[in-house]
């Protein structure tokens, strides 16, 4: 059994491509859409074990189409570029959020290893 906490609120910000996930604790998590796609827990992303995961590139981007219970244990999220295999659950959102600066800096680190130039979005330049 999980001992994730599971999100009080989960809200979808189309506008700005954030899912924001609120806790009982008062912990937040505002997670871009990019950052899930890229991070989906699908074999198609993470590869069948170690050591064979996918890099994505091109999803600066992507949007959730839609957000979809699964249980009481996850979501799946259906993405606007046809993705919807993987389901977040509420262990793996945690997570996501939880060690989203670590993760979000070792994938930028894998785009520029592979020589990938992020285009910027329009909501990361009025952040600079």
Request: hydrophobic share 30%.
């Amino acid at each position: 059994m999980s001992t994730a906490p599971v999100p009080t609120e989960l809200r979808l910000h189309r506008k700005s491509r954030v899912l924001e996930l609120a806790y009982g604790d008062g912990r937040r998590f505002e997670l871009p859409c990019e950052y899930l796609r890229v991070y989906s827990p699908s074999a198609e992303v993470r590869g069948h074990g170690p050591g064979q995961e996918i890099l994505l590139v091109g999803k600066e981007k992507v949007a959730i189409a839609a957000v979809e219970p699964v249980g009481r244990y996850a979501v799946r999220l259906r993405f606007d570029d046809g993705h919807d295999s993987g389901l977040y659950t509420w262990e793996y959102l945690y997570e996501l959020g939880d060690e989203q600066d670590q993760k979000w800096q070792d994938y930028l680190g894998r785009l520029d290893e592979a020589g990938y130039q992020r285009k910027e979005t329009p909501e990361e330049s009025e952040d600079s």
